[in-house]
C-alpha cells in the first residue's frame, strides 16, 4: 500500500516546489520516499505531481526498476563529472542538482532538519531557496503503520522472542561456581557469549542488530551499558533486544530482565514494582491518549512507591531514569515519543512501553514489550512470559 | 594513540573559534572526534584549547569514563527540559547549544558538511555563525591511520578471510543437480545460504554487518546486486565481504569470485584480464602516486584488452563500471578516493584494490585485497588465495 504522503504537499502548500532529500538509504526517509535503498548517496525530491530520483550511473538500473520513483535521472545527465573537475564534489553537486530541480520547475524547497548543511548552502548560492521544515512530517508520516508495516514489524518481534528465548536457555542451563559465576559447558557463561547466541538466532531468522545489550549487576544499572564479561547468579540480567528484519527493514524491541538464582529482596521488590508500572502503561495505551500519558502512568507507580524519576529530578541518575518508551519502525527509535512532550497516539502508530530502575547499588531491572495502538485501546505485538527468576 | 587533530586548528585559524558536530555515535567523524559512541545524537565541540561534550543525563556518567573530551556537560545544565517545553526540540535545543558555547567563549563555528541544516539555520538565528566547511578536514585526518587502527583494520580483515573461507567451503561442498543448480544437504544452496553462513563465521570472530554480496549468474553483472536465490555451476559467482568489528568499530573488505565447475570462455578471460588490471593497481600503489594514477593503472589494462570503462564512457552501464578502490576505516567507504579526481596517497591510507568486470549476457567478475600504503609501497592486509574455479 502506497503512503499517505498529503501531509508533505501540505506542508509545501505555497511556500514550497518540493520537498528534497540528500542521502543513503539508511536514512529512513529516504528509503520510505524514495522507496529504495542505496549505500551512498542519492537525491529525490516530491512534489505533489510527482517523485524524482537522482543516482549515479551504477544505481540507475535498479532504481528504476526498484524504487516508486515516476521519473529516475543520472548524475551524468547533468554533466557531474564535469562540474565535478571544476568546481570539486560539493557545489560540483549543488549545481547537477539545482539543474535537476530547474527541470522540474523547482526553485524553492522544504527538506527535512537533518539534511546537509554543506548541500543546502552550496543550494542557495545556486538560487535556490531552501528551507528546513521543523514539523518532522515524513517521520510523523512513518509513525502510521500500514497493515503490512504493522506485520513486518510482528515478524522481526518474533525472531526476537525465538532470540530471548535462546538467551534464556543459556541462563538456565548454566551451572555455577563457588564464585557465584555462571557456568556454560565448562567455560564462563560472560554476556558477549550470550550477545554471541542471540545475534545467532536472529541470524536464522532473516535479521540483524548493531548491538543488543546483556548487563549483569552493576553494567545493568547503566541503560545504555551493552554489558561485558562473566554473568553472576543471584544479580539482574537485564537482556534488551532490538534487531532489524533484514529484507523488509523493520524492527523489533523486547527487554527482558532474568535472575539465575535468588534474586535479593530489593530487586525482586523493584521487579513487581516495575511490572506493575508496565501494566498501568499498557492500560492508559489507547488514541486520543498522549504518549505523555503513558509515561506520567508509569512515573505515578514509581514516585508512589517513593523511587526518584527524571520527571520529578530531571539529573536524576538512579531510578527511572529514561524515557517510557518510543515509537519503532524503519528506525528503532522514532515518532511517537512516549515521554515527557509525547505526542498524541494515533491506531497504526507502534511502541515500546519500557519502565525500568536503575542504581549501581543494586543494579538494573527492566520489562519492555512492543504494541501497536489500535481503534480501541492497543494489540500487544510481543508474546514472551514476564518472569523475574531463571532456575 | 592520540589522533592528530592539528588540520582541524588550521582550518578554524582566525575565522572560527570552534569546530562542532553534532551527530550520534553511528557518525564517525563524531566517533573519532569525541572518543565516545552513544546511540542518540550529542553534541562535540572542538576548541584548539580543548574538547568538549554536550550530552542527555543518561549519558553522562559514561561520557565522563570513556570519551576523550576535557569537559562533558548536561542538557539538563542548560535548563534543557523548560526550553524544549518552551521552543519546542529544535530551537530548544538551539538555545541550549548557544549557552553551552557561550559557556566555552564561541560564537563562530566550523562544521562538517553533513551537519544537520535545521540546527545549523537554529544556531544562526541565535547570532551564532555556522560554516559548512568543504575541505572534508576531518575525514582527511581520519584517512591516514595509526599502526593501532591498521592493526585493527587488519583484525577486521581475518575475521574476513575466515567467513570468505567458510562461503568458499560450502560452494565446494555441493553437489550439482540435473539443472545445474547447487545442492548442500539436500536443499538447493542459496545466495542467502551462503550469506548466513558468513554473517554466523563473522559473528564467531567479534564482527557484524549490515550486508554482504553473494551474486551469481546476472545478479553478479550489478555490482550493488546482493544477490538472491539458487546458486548455480558454471557460472562466476561474486563473493564481497565487507565485515565491522563490534569491538573496535573498524572494517575490513574483500571480495572473490568463483566458479563451481567450467567457467565459459568468456568468464575465464575476464577473470585474468581482473587480475592483470588488479596487479597494474597494486603495483601502482605508493605514496605520491594518486587514487586517480592507480584508477588510471585498472582503466589501461581493461581499455588495452578492449573493455568499456566508465572512464571512456561516463554512462557505461557494462565493463568496469565503479570505482577501483576506496578508503577504508570507521567506515567501509572513505577517503581516499581510489578513482578519477582521488587524492594522493600517504603512508598510514587503507584503501581496497577492487577492478571488476560486469556484463548481464556474461555476469560478474571482481576481486578485491584491502591494503596499507607505507614509505615504499604497501602491505596487503588480506591473505587469501585468487583462484577462480571451485572443485
Chains 1, 2 share one sequence.
Not at 27 to 55: K, M
Not at 82 to 103: N, R, S
Not at 307 to 325: C, M, P, V, Y
Amino acid at each position: 500500500m502506497e503512503p499517505d504522503f498529503s501531509p508533505l504537499a501540505e506542508l509545501l502548500g505555497d511556500d514550497f516546489d518540493g520537498y528534497l532529500i540528500s542521502a543513503d538509504g539508511s536514512d529512513s526517509n529516504q528509503l520510505y520516499l524514495s522507496g529504495f535503498d542505496a549505500p551512498d548517496p542519492y537525491t529525490t525530491l516530491y512534489t505533489p505531481e510527482g517523485t524524482h530520483l537522482l543516482v549515479s550511473t551504477l544505481e540507475y538500473g535498479r532504481a528504476k526498476k526498484e524504487s516508486r520513483a515516476d521519473t529516475v535521472s543520472r548524475l551524468s545527465d547533468y554533466d557531474y563529472r564535469e562540474k565535478f573537475a571544476e568546481y570539486g564534489p560539493l557545489v560540483g553537486k549543488a549545481k547537477v542538482v539545482a539543474a535537476f530541480l530547474a527541470d522540474h520547475d523547482v526553485t524553492s524547497l522544504a527538506v527535512p532538519a537533518d539534511f546537509p548543511l554543506g548541500t543546502a548552502d552550496a543550494l542557495r548560492n545556486e538560487d535556490i531557496s531552501v528551507e528546513a521544515e521543523t514539523d518532522d512530517v515524513l517521520t510523523t508520516i512513518r509513525a502510521v503503520k500500514s497493515d503490512e508495516e504493522v506485520e513486518y514489524i510482528h515478524d522481526a518481534q518474533d525472531a526476537n522472542e525465538a532470540s530471548m528465548a535462546a538467551a534464556e536457555r543459556l541462563i538456565r542451563a548454566a551451572d555455577v561456581d563457588d564464585d557465584g559465576m555462571l557456568v556454560y559447558e565448562g567455560e564462563p557463561l560472560t554476556s558477549e557469549r550470550v550477545k554471541e547466541e542471540i545475534e545467532v538466532t536472529l541470524l536464522r531468522h532473516g535479521c540483524a542488530l548493531d548491538e543488543t545489550i546483556v548487563a549483569g549487576g552493576a553494567d545493568a544499572a547503566d541503560p545504555h551499558n551493552r554489558g561485558s564479561g562473566p554473568l553472576y547468579a543471584n544479580e539482574a540480567i537485564i537482556v534488551d533486544i532490538f534487531p532489524r528484519d533484514k529484507a523488509t527493514k523493520y524492527n523489533g524491541d523486547m527487554t527482558r530482565t532474568f535472575v539465575k538464582g535468588e534474586p535479593t529482596d530489593e530487586v525482586r521488590e523493584w521487579f513487581d514494582l516495575t511490572e506493575e508500572a508496565f501494566h498501568a502503561a499498557l492500560d492508559a495505551v489507547e488514541p486520543g491518549a498522549t504518549g505523555e500519558d503513558v509515561h506520567n502512568a508509569v512515573c505515578d507507580v514509581y514516585e508512589a512507591a517513593g523511587e526518584n524519576t527524571l520527571r520529578a529530578d530531571q539529573s536524576a541518575e538512579t531510578g527511572f531514569i529514561h524515557s517510557t518508551g518510543h515509537g519503532v519502525g524503519l528506525d528503532v527509535h522514532e515518532l511517537p515519543r512516549v515521554s515527557l512532550n509525547g505526542e498524541e497516539l494515533k491506531p497504526g502508530h507502534v511502541i515500546t512501553i519500557e519502565p525500568g530502575l536503575y542504581d549501581p547499588d543494586v543494579g538494573g531491572v527492566r520489562i519492555e514489550d512492543m504494541v501497536v495502538v489500535t481503534e480501541d485501546g492497543y494489540e500487544n505485538l510481543t508474546d514472551y512470559r514476564v518472569e523475574l527468576v531463571v532456575e
